[in-house]
Nanobody, 131 residues
Framework: QVQLVESGGGLVQAGGSLRLSCAASGRTFSGYAMHYALGWFRQAPGKEREFVAVMSWSGFITYYRDSVKSRFTISRDNAKNTVYLQMNSLKPEDTAVYYC????????????????????WGRGTQVTVSS
């Protein structure tokens, strides 16, 4: 499995910005690092964990949930094994614990959106947006 550690959460006013980071470290397979998609999910109190964004290993494929399109941007630096989520124009409804997740075993353009397709998860970072 891949170990994931998120950072960058906090309290921000509506309309503000935050940048989340997720550092990955993990197993190799036959001496080669596995290619894995990195995604972000979030979970608000009393709600299911939901998909936010994903980027494939190649960086060519990205998906976002509709409510964050044009406001959030996912990026990754494979040399640093880190994925980022730049969040702009934040809204109170973005308040949640944000989780980083890794999904391996697919092609370099693999970018799953289903929670069950991810086998490694971070512990999460709290994002609170005040109105």
């Amino acid at each position: 499995q891949v170990q994931l550690v998120e950072s960058g959460g906090g309290l921000v006013q509506a309309g503000g910005s935050l940048r989340l980071s997720c550092a990955a470290s993990g197993r190799t397979f036959s001496g080669y690092a596995m290619h894995y998609a990195l995604g972000w999910f979030r979970q608000a109190p009393g709600k299911e964990r939901e998909f936010v964004a994903v980027m494939s290993w190649s960086g060519f494929i990205t998906y976002y949930r509709d409510s964050v399109k044009s406001r959030f941007t996912i990026s990754r630096d494979n040399a640093k094994n880190t994925v980022y989520l730049q969040m702009n124009s934040l809204k109170p409804e973005d308040t949640a614990v944000y989780y980083c997740a890794a999904s391996g075993g697919g092609s370099s353009n693999y970018a799953p959106q289903a929670r069950d397709d991810y086998e490694s998860w971070g512990r999460g970072t709290q994002v609170t947006v005040s109105s």
